[in-house]
């Protein structure tokens, strides 16, 4: 296999991010916060569509699956359960000297990094934060901030299995923000302290875990795909035994090709009957489910789908970041997918002409009731759609001075730059089938790459 380079240096990315708005350093006024990061307005619409991209596949459009909102917070126990309190943990040494903390398998040698002091022998460190619940800060109000969402859906099996009459195979769904004290961060969002998850608990008959397992693995690789992701930048990596989870039975990685090289975007579980076996013994309450086939009852196997939402923002970024020669310039611009591109369209009046921008306006306000749309005025037309490539939108609606002879604008594609005219009056219906996928032109306005 020939080795693959990343699209993009990430210094392009960071750059792109923070000079048109998708990300900011939190805190950047008061010299940031370590490894925690502001998504801005084109981040959140992008962020909200990636979303909105996942749930409508994994729990919109199929009749096995169901979602669920748990809080942050969880009863202590659930972590003592899960393993988290015995086994959430890194090696960590700490100078002698200068009392900086490291990851033990970061070093070859006994030496600080920072001022070559003497290291202690490695320390067992856990990522999960602490805090208070109430007014008195003893040991009986400890609370974590979850470290993954996916507890919140096992504590609640038996009361959507109650309430949905759904039966096996099924799954439950969620998104949500997940903390862990990571002793390394870095590369942008990649790792980060704070960050969101989408994952998926699915639950099987013991017998049938393999297939499901299977069939999951296959069903996520082609969600990336199919909003965009070169297929040769992804990578399935099976986990080796000394490397599983305590709580799986086997486990692969989707690993994407990042500007700092391949790393994990999403991790595919099979959690075995790990999970509710541990809350059925520690809460005493059970977590059976009664076959009505075998009129037995049984407790059922997981598969766990388990993505970043901050990591797939990076991949589809990164993945749609492209430079053209552009006269003397280059022309940046994201081929992003339509449903993950922050604004769909934007709406430009040729010149600042009263009669112009009355119309652009009029345009404007109807298609935003559909659509993120922008209104851009400023600067020559040309500078315009340059702006608007580099943010990824996908359609440019142009008023000129014809529009207001012949009721047609004219729409341009943001891959091929072409363009059509439309009646003023259809320029919804036409924008609604592009976006959704229908040729622009003589292209094709979007197809899978790889
Ligand atoms: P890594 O080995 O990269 O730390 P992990 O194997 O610990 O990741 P999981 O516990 O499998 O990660 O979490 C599922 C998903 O949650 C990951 O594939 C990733 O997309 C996301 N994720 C986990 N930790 C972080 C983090 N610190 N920052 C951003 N996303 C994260």
């Not at 949905?164 to 990649?190: H, S, Y």
Request: proline share 4%; glycine share 6%.
């Amino acid at each position: 296999m020939t080795e693959l380079t990343p699209r993009v240096d990430m210094e392009k990315i960071v750059s792109l991010c923070q000079r048109r708005g998708f990300i900011f350093a939190s805190s950047e006024i008061y010299g940031g916060l370590s490894s925690c990061w502001d998504y801005g307005p084109l981040g959140v619409e992008m962020k909200r569509n990636i979303k909105h991209a996942w749930w409508r596949a994994v729990v919109q459009e199929r009749d096995d699956m169901v979602g669920l909102d748990a809080s942050i917070l969880m009863h202590p126990q659930t972590w003592e359960a899960s393993g988290h309190i015995e086994g959430f943990t890194d090696p960590l040494v700490e100078c002698k000297n200068c009392h900086l903390r490291w990851r033990s398998d970061d070093f070859t040698d006994n030496k600080c990094s920072s001022c070559g002091g003497e290291l202690t022998e490695p320390r067992q460190f856990n990522l999960m934060f602490k805090t208070f619940m109430g007014p008195v800060e003893d040991t009986a109000s400890i609370v974590y901030l979850r470290p993954e969402t996916a507890q919140g859906i096992f504590v609640n099996f038996q009361n959507v299995l109650n309430t949905t009459r759904k039966r096996l195979p099924f799954g439950i769904a969620q998104i949500g923000k997940a903390f862990r004290n990571e002793i390394t961060t870095g590369n942008f969002i990649f790792r980060t302290r704070e960050f969101e998850q989408m994952e998926i608990e699915f639950f099987v008959k013991p017998q049938t875990d393999k297939e499901w397992f299977d069939s999951w693995i296959e069903e996520r690789l082609n969600w990336y795909v199919n909003l965009g992701i070169t297929r040769e930048n992804l990578r399935l990596r099976q986990h080796g035994p000394e490397e599983l989870a305590h709580y799986a039975r086997d486990c692969y990685d989707i690993n994407y090709l990042f500007p700092m090289g391949w790393a994990e975007l999403e991790g595919i579980a099979n959690r075995g009957d790990f999970d509710l076996i541990q809350h059925a013994s520690s809460s005493g309450k059970s977590l059976a489910y009664f076959d009505e086939e075998t009129k037995q009852q049984i407790v059922p196997y997981i598969i766990e789908p388990s993505a970043g939402v901050d990591r797939s923002f990076l991949a589809f970024l990164c993945d749609a970041y492209d430079e053209e020669p552009d006269q003397e310039e280059t022309r940046v611009l994201l081929h992003l997918h339509p449903d993950l591109a922050p604004i769909k369209v934007a709406v430009l009046p040729l010149s600042r002409r009263e009669q112009l921008v009355t119309v652009a306006k009029q345009i404007y306000a109807d298609l935003r009731r559909c659509w993120m749309v922008n209104y851009d005025d400023a600067q020559s037309i040309g500078r315009r759609y340059r702006r608007q490539d580099e943010i990824g939108t996908p359609f440019c609606v142009t008023v000129d001075f014809q529009s207001l002879e012949d009721n047609q604008a004219t729409i341009r594609h943001r891959d091929t730059m072409n363009q059509i005219r439309v009646p003023i009056s259809e320029l919804k219906t036409t924008l609604a089938a592009k976006l959704s996928g229908e040729r622009f032109d003589t292209q094709p306005l979007w197809t899978a790459k790889g």
